[in-house]
């Protein structure tokens, strides 16, 4: 995959000004960009039970209209005022999912999916905000993009149940997007995309969980694990003189018993890197019928036809605090000095000849490690 084409500014500059603080057209930051997928393997992606997918359609009389996948046909939508967008496309195509190899310069667990839209003339999903960062490459086709600043005196608008909008807003840019065209929009900006002719947009959209959401899961992994069951204590209790008041000291003690859990470290450093690289759609996972030994996976390394290749869509990290790890899909695999170089390879995501593979297997421990990931399914032979 080609670069992108910052022009005058660089990824450092993009991120000092523009980065969750204003949106920004690149023109042609893909000059040869043709799209990862058609339109028509779109519309069989949203044809599938497990793959979640809409379309969005403004009626004549300007109502709205929301429908669920998956679709069997699509032919009565008709020929222009309809959106489909089909989530988590990159978890079903592997050249969409590199498209997140442009964006390098942001670590891989701030990216959640790449949702592909496909739009005929005059389709949109009308004017409405986001709460997290999205980068919208344009692939076939164009479409005129509106984006204005966060206004507090937008109204919401909710013209069908499954649909949210804003009120009209001004544009601080409004312009015609064509191939190659790279459009960042930042959370709760406003904005509004409607299709000049048949278009096809990739919105690499970002995870910004909330705080609700992070507390819910680490209390779930307490629950879970049964981390949590250790009780309040108070041994160096002194006579109280108001037994009705709940003093400070009690509530500071009560307040230390509970974040003592969030600081420890090994606990909150496999939480968060489990958390942040659990797919939130179905992911093709590829287990084996029968587990790999290692004697089998060596045989497999002499084979240079073969390659190993991770599941498209699957998100993984390595994690060096307090113990160094490698985490795929909410699964931590302890790395050691002989195999953090093999850790950070499968964490990179992009396939592996046997040759590559090699070169990291002259300890027995690697080829474990790779035969863990490759019966996990996270990882296969292709
Ligand atoms: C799209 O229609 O491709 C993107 C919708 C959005 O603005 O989130
Ligand atoms: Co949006």
């Known amino acids: 995959m080609e670069s992108i084409q910052w022009g005058d500014l660089t990824p450092e500059t993009f991120l000092k000004e523009y980065w969750q603080k204003k949106p920004l057209l690149i023109k042609q930051a893909m000059p040869n960009f043709q799209g990862t997928i058609e339109a028509d393997e779109l519309a069989g992606l949203a044809m599938e ?57 942001i670590p891989r667990w701030r990216i959640d999916d790449v949702m592909v839209s496909f739009s005929t003339p005059n389709g949109g999903v009308g004017a409405h905000l986001d709460q997290y960062d999205v980068f919208i490459l344009q692939g076939e086709g164009k479409r005129r993009w509106q984006v204005g600043a966060p206004d507090s005196t937008l ?34 900006h406003p904005h509004n995309g409607v299709s000049i002719e048949n278009s096809v947009n990739y919105s690499i959209g970002f995870q910004a969980p909330s705080n609700q959401d992070l507390w819910s899961a680490f209390a779930d992994k307490l629950i879970d694990e049964t981390l949590g069951e250790q009780r309040f204590s108070d041994a160096d209790r002194d006579v109280t003189d108001s037994p009705y008041q709940l003093k400070a000291k009690d509530m500071n003690q009560i307040k230390s018993f509970m974040l003592s859990q969030l600081s420890d470290e090994p606990l909150f450093s496999q939480f968060i890197s489990q958390y942040l690289t659990q797919s939130h759609h179905t ?69 592996m000849t046997t040759k590559k593979a090699k070169s990291f297997t002259s300890c027995l421990k690697n080829v474990q490690l790779l035969t863990s990931v490759l019966n996990k399914g996270y990882w296969y032979i292709e």
């Open 155 to 188: 109204e919401t608008l909710i013209p069908h149940p499954d649909l949210k909008q804003v009120s009209e807003f001004t544009p601080m840019i409004d312009e015609i997007t064509e191939p190659g065209d790279l459009l960042y929009i930042p959370p709760n």
């Open 283 to 351: 992911l093709e996972l590829l287990i084996p019928m029968e587990a790999f030994t290692t004697e089998q996976v060596m045989g497999f390394l002499e084979d240079d036809e073969i390659q190993f290749a991770p599941v498209s869509g699957i998100k993984a990290l390595v994690c060096s605090t307090p113990t160094s790890s490698l985490v795929i899909n909410g699964d931590s695999f302890e790395l050691s000095d002989e195999t953090s170089e093999l850790g950070v390879y499968l964490a990179g995501s992009q396939a």
């Open 49 to 105: 039970q497990e793959i979640e997918s809409r379309i969005i359609a403004q009626n004549p009389d300007n109502t709205w209209h929301v429908e669920h996948g998956p679709f069997d046909d699509f032919a009565k939508f008709g020929e222009n005022n309809w959106t489909l967008l089909v989530q988590a496309v990159n978890n079903w195509s592997r050249d969409t999912d590199q498209l997140i190899s442009l964006f390098t310069f």
